[in-house]
């Protein structure tokens, strides 16, 4: 199973599904509120994992990888369910030593209330770790993001959800990441075979997150992924590189 993160759907791990699917079979949800899932509901960090746990019981997956605040719901998830028997985590935004994941958020959120989708797309990249070309851009390109983020609305296809849709729905991601610092703690119940992976580009905090997680479980490993940053399992990132890992990791506990 392949759990996106925010601001995304299943159709950003397309590219990332197809690397893997010479060796497993690969299913991809979407997340609640997300294209082809119900809407987010009651929310709740809890109710997230119960729905990939309702996913991993129908399709008898044992093996799961979440990216970003995806990472954080698939570890309540492994947390809850231990049917999950191996967990591959990339970069959760984890709160830790006091450093807040979400300082962003107030920002964003008011960006988005009032209709402006390109800065509130930057303000996400720079708070979150994402490309930092947009960042450095940012007073010159908001404008024009703001008007490819409305033509990609109107001309989305098939079951893919637009980059504006997928914007609305930060304020849930937000919330799991509030919602999750319990869980290096928490690390050290869990009994599952545990890859951490992180981009040698991505920001300290996560980083510092990874290193606190690797301390508290009892069955990790952790890997470093060099010249990439925190969006390298999505289609425009580097999802072979990311498959070969999750392959190598997986394939050895299989033997």
């Known amino acids: 199973m392949l759990v996106h993160g925010g601001m ?19 299913h991809i949800p979407d997340r609640r509120g997300r294209g082809l899932s119900g809407t987010h509901g009651n929310y709740s960090l809890q109710a997230e994992a119960e729905d990939m746990i309702a996913v991993a019981k129908a399709t008898g997956a044992a093996n799961i990888f979440g990216l970003s605040s995806g990472a954080i719901v698939t570890l309540q998830a492994a947390l809850n369910e231990p049917a999950l028997r191996n967990v591959i985590l ?6 830790f030593d006091g450093y807040d994941p979400t300082g ?11 209709g402006k989708f390109g800065a509130a797309l930057l303000t996400v990249a720079a708070g979150t770790g994402g490309p930092t070309l947009l960042t450095r851009l940012r007073f010159v390109t908001a404008p024009f993001l703001n008007l490819a983020i409305r033509a990609d609305a109107k001309n989305v296809k098939g079951d893919n959800v637009s980059l504006k849709d997928l914007m609305a729905t930060m304020r849930y991601d937000q919330q799991a990441v509030l919602q999750s610092a319990e869980l290096i703690d928490k690390g050290k119940e869990l009994r599952a075979n545990v890859l951490l992976l992180g981009g040698s580009k991505s920001p300290r905090y996560l980083k510092a997150a990874l290193d606190a997680l690797q301390a508290s479980m009892p069955r990790v490993t952790r890997v470093q992924l060099r010249g990439v940053g925190h969006t390298a399992a999505d289609n425009g990132g580097r999802p072979v590189l990311l498959a070969e890992e999750i392959k190598n990791f997986l394939l050895n506990r299989s033997n």
């Open 8 to 26: 995304m759907g299943s159709q950003n791990f397309m590219k990332l599904g197809q690397a893997l699917a010479d060796a497993f079979t690969v």
């Open 90 to 95: 990339y970069e959760p935004p984890i709160p």
């Open 104 to 114: 962003w958020a107030e920002e964003y959120n008011n960006q988005i209330a009032e």
